[in-house]
């Protein structure tokens, strides 16, 4: 039988495997880690390269995968202290670089998913964390703690919140893969009319 795959894509890509039936509770989660300091296109590669070690070890059926975030990095106001008196200076809170390698490491996952020809639906944050968790709009690290404990309710051992994560995503996985099965019998049906 296939598995079904959540994934995280980000510098450190996590991700979590289960057989497609949530009763079955061989829940496997990691994560792997891009190299550190090197150009975009060796952690894509590196990545990538993982992944397709995964997907030729493991029969993966359906993924759901992490978007990155889109919007423009958000600011921040700064106070100084200077020889005038106190200025108020607004500065980025993330970077566009920071974006940009994460939108290329997605687009290498989906790469090397559409390479196996595994189905996969690609979600938002906010989307995957209001249906699995109960709120689209938690902090990062209240989403990543709450996946982690409802992985080890499970008895899943998370070896970082990456992977926890990736979890989050999994269960996602879980509730569209019935979902997804009937859309593609529809649209089978259709075209043999």
């Keep these: 039988m296939g598995e079904l795959l959540g994934l995280d894509p980000a510098t450190r890509l996590g991700w979590a495997l289960s057989p497609p039936f949530r009763e079955v509770e061989r829940i496997r989660v990691g994560s792997w880690q891009a190299p550190t300091g090197a150009p975009t296109h060796e952690k894509c590669a590196a990545l990538a390269g993982h992944l397709a070690d995964l997907c030729r070890s493991t029969p993966i059926i359906y993924a759901a995968i992490e978007v990155p975030m889109s919007s423009p990095p958000r600011m921040r106001k700064i106070a100084k202290q200077t020889p005038l008196g106190i200025e108020v200076e607004e500065v980025a809170a993330g970077s566009l670089h920071a974006q940009n390698v994460l939108w290329s490491i997605h687009g290498a996952v989906v790469a090397i998913l559409a390479s196996f020809g595994i189905p996969f639906r690609t979600v938002s944050v906010p989307t995957w964390r209001a249906e699995v968790l109960g709120n689209g709009r938690m902090k990062n690290d209240e989403a990543k703690r709450l996946c ?25 996985a879980q509730r569209h893969y019935r979902r997804w099965q009937a859309e593609d019998e529809a649209l089978r049906r259709s075209a043999a009319a």
């Design 148 to 172: 982690k404990e409802r992985l080890e309710a499970r008895s899943v051992h998370v070896p970082n919140l990456d992977a926890a994560e990736a979890g989050g995503l999994l269960f996602f």
